[in-house]
């Protein structure tokens, strides 16, 4: 494989395989993008390869959301704008408007479970403002609340699987495959994805 192509694909193990953070997921796809577009230029890496793994570049890390969200400084925005860059490659799909209402509805979740959260931590943070003596020698109620130390955590961890599970659907439902990219040329996408996936070990 072309040296420098190669070098592309060994970035890309920053966003699949180091997601330790919402940011780090985000600003791993600014850097990849801009060392892409740099390399445009290039002309032994036809564009159409360099925009096929940009697009697979982007799938992997929309595709390990299950992994950032289990991440506790997780942010909305950040994963809000992996949404964004994701809708801009709708019309390759057969049926764009699934790809918008699928995105849409994955952002109105998750505004709903920070909402959630949110709630939890000033419950959490009523409970902490009571006496010491009068709330924590209270051992019933401590059991009963319990559960609120880790309500968050199951929240993040639930949207993930929910969110992996709605776009693993968009990518696999029959005739919902990606139709083509750019010149018709879908398979090399997917020949991207399963190079990305048989290859990692030998690049690193």
């Known amino acids: 494989m072309n040296e420098k ?5 060994r970035k890309l193990s920053l966003i699949t395989h180091t997601i330790e953070s919402a940011e780090d997921c985000y ?15 290039i ?65 109105n979740r998750l ?8 709630r939890l931590k000033q419950r ?17 109620k401590i059991v009963r609340e319990l559960p609120l130390f880790f309500a968050d955590k199951e929240c993040l961890i639930d949207y993930g699987k929910f969110a992996t599970n709605k ?4 990518f696999n439902r029959p005739g919902q495959r990606i139709s083509h990219y750019l010149y018709g040329n879908n398979q090399d996408f997917y020949n991207t994805i399963e190079f990305i996936e048989n290859n990692y070990k030998k690049l690193n």
Do not use: P, W
């Open 5 to 9: 192509l190669t070098d592309l694909y």
């Open 167 to 170: 776009l693993r659907d968009l």
């Open 27 to 41: 600003v791993n796809f600014q850097i990849l993008e801009e060392t892409i577009n740099a390399k445009m230029k």
């Open 43 to 107: 002309t032994e890496i036809s564009n159409v390869s360099l925009n096929t793994f940009k697009f697979a570049c982007l799938y992997q890390a929309i595709m390990n959301l299950s992994k950032v969200f289990a991440d506790k400084n997780r942010s909305s925005y950040t994963i809000s704008k992996l949404f964004d860059e994701f809708i801009k490659y709708k019309n390759e799909f057969y049926n764009s408007n699934l790809v918008e209402n699928t995105i849409s509805d994955l952002k």
């Open 111 to 118: 505004n709903e479970y920070d909402e959630s959260i949110s």
């Open 124 to 140: 959490r943070n009523k409970m902490y403002a009571h006496n010491d003596k009068e709330y924590f020698g209270d051992k019933d």
